[in-house]
């Protein structure tokens, strides 16, 4: 059964800082996706990561997949208060579904 | 990317009563799943809603429970059935198309069943 972990479940920062949120995941998939959930709203997509050493960058977010680790990581640079939110990875399954971490709930606090 | 409507967007429900909720995308997509949101939690999937064929289930989830239709490749209803208040959940719609890796989100139906 394919499990995604994430950690850490919580993260306060404060503006300007950086910081990384990482994602475990148990067995082979070969597509990593990384949303976004403001409170009361739908998901967003952020990042498809689909080979190993695949890196993607949007603003202060970058994701990068390691495949041979069941790794991903969201770093965060320079956080600002409007990255505040949670941030789930997922894992594409068998059938072409998607396997949620926890999620992550961010709070940048200035 | 594609446009996706759920209707309703919230409801407040009696238990033991139905609520049918429904999926539109703007465009033809493959495939279309169910998840479920419950308060403060992660995303779990429901089923697979299978363009005219009875939909695939996840363990834990049974037809007469969630009974799904996909009578096209741009519409999917889901019904809660038999509500009790530990259906209370945000029920998102997800689509993805044949060419695309990026799996779209509805807005997501909040119920509430008291």
């Known amino acids: 059964e394919l499990k995604v972990e994430q950690n850490p479940l919580f993260l306060s920062m404060q503006e300007g800082k950086n910081y990384t949120i990482y994602c475990n995941y148990s067995t082979t998939s070969d597509r990593l996706y990384w949303y976004r959930q403001d409170p009361g709203k739908s998901l967003e997509s952020l990042f498809v990561?689909?080979?190993?050493?695949a890196v993607k960058q949007e603003g202060r977010l970058m994701a990068s997949l390691d495949t041979k680790a069941r790794l991903s990581t969201l770093h965060i640079t320079a956080a600002v208060h409007d990255l505040s939110a949670t941030y789930f990875c997922a894992v594409g399954g068998s059938q072409g579904n998607l396997i949620f971490g926890k999620g992550t709930k961010l709070s940048v606090k200035p | 990317s594609a446009v996706i409507s759920q209707k309703p967007s919230r409801d407040i429900c009696q238990r033991g009563t139905s609520l049918t909720i429904q999926c539109q995308v703007d465009?033809?997509?493959?495939?279309m799943f169910w998840y479920r949101q419950q308060p403060g939690q992660s995303l779990t999937l429901i089923a697979t809603a299978n363009q005219g064929s009875e939909a695939t289930y996840e363990s834990g989830f049974v037809i007469d429970k969630f009974p799904i239709s996909r009578p096209n490749l741009t519409f999917s209803t889901l019904t809660v059935s038999n509500m009790s208040p530990e259906d209370s959940s945000i029920y998102l719609c997800?689509?993805?198309?044949?060419?695309?890796?990026?799996?779209?989100f509805g807005p997501g139906t909040r119920l509430l069943v008291l």
């Open positions: 465009s033809q997509v493959t495939m």
């Open positions: 997800s689509v993805k198309g044949l060419y695309q890796e990026t799996q779209y």
């Open positions: 990561l689909l080979s190993n050493g």
